[in-house]
């Protein structure tokens, strides 16, 4: 506990009630602006901002779930506050930071806002390479066309994005069970 871990701790508090239309508008002035095209950096750069204090909240909180005896018995070994860390508390709390992790992900995969804003409209990945795709933007744009070849294809990128966040969950159920103590 110091004033730097508190503006830290306050700032990821903020930002996870940002509205993600408003991470789009945010990135949107300070990069696309500046780079002068939408882009997928742009948008990777907007997604992060919503990631970010899910994932520094949840480690936070797992850190702090680790018992006292643990760090004690790690301290009374001859260990030093590095070694406790990298030996004893990480591996406890891991499960849950990649919970966090995990929840972050599904939170940036479904979001379609800040991409409107940063890469909708991007032809390029890095100007001569393959194009920009977003699932969230591509279910966006074909739910509402007349056509049902595209309308059919929004439901499958829906459903591709369902089961990309349970297979998410499950990979993170599994590697919790591994790193158990």
Same mark, same amino acid.
């Given at each position: ?7 830290? =701790?306050?700032?990821? #508090?903020?930002?996870? &009630?940002? %509205? ?13 602006? $500046? ?8 948008? &990777?750069?907007?997604? !992060? ?6 994932v ?11 018992p ?12 030093t #506050?590095?070694? !406790?860390?990298? #030996?004893?508390?990480? %591996? ?21 806002? %800040?991409? *409107? +804003?940063? $890469?909708?409209?991007s032809?390029?990945?890095? =100007?001569?390479?393959? %194009?920009?795709? @977003?699932?969230?933007?591509l279910?966006?744009?074909? !739910? &509402?066309?007349? +056509? ?12 591709i ?9 499950? *990979? @993170?159920?599994?590697? &919790?069970?591994?790193? #158990?103590?």
């Open positions: 506990d110091n004033k730097v871990s508190d503006i830290a =701790r306050f700032c990821a #508090k903020t930002m996870t &009630g940002l %509205p993600s239309i408003i991470a789009g508008v945010i990135v949107f002035t300070a990069v696309v602006l $500046a780079m002068g095209t939408y882009s997928a950096w742009a948008g &990777g750069i907007a997604l !992060s901002l919503l990631m970010i204090p899910v520094m909240l949840t480690a936070e909180e797992a850190i702090k779930m680790v006292n005896p643990m760090r004690e018995a790690a301290y009374g070994m001859g260990c #506050k590095a070694q !406790s860390m990298t #030996k004893v508390i990480l %591996p406890v709390a891991l499960p849950a930071i990649i919970t966090g992790v995990v929840l972050a992900v599904a939170r940036a995969a479904g979001e379609t806002a %800040p991409l *409107l +804003f940063t $890469a909708l409209f032809n390029y990945w890095l =100007r001569t390479q393959e %194009p920009t795709a @977003s699932l969230a933007v279910i966006y744009n074909f !739910s &509402g066309m007349p +056509f049902e070849n595209q309308i059919e294809m929004a439901w499958t990128a829906s459903l994005l369902v089961a990309l966040v349970f297979v998410l969950n499950m *990979l @993170s159920r599994a590697v &919790g069970r591994l790193t #158990k103590v």
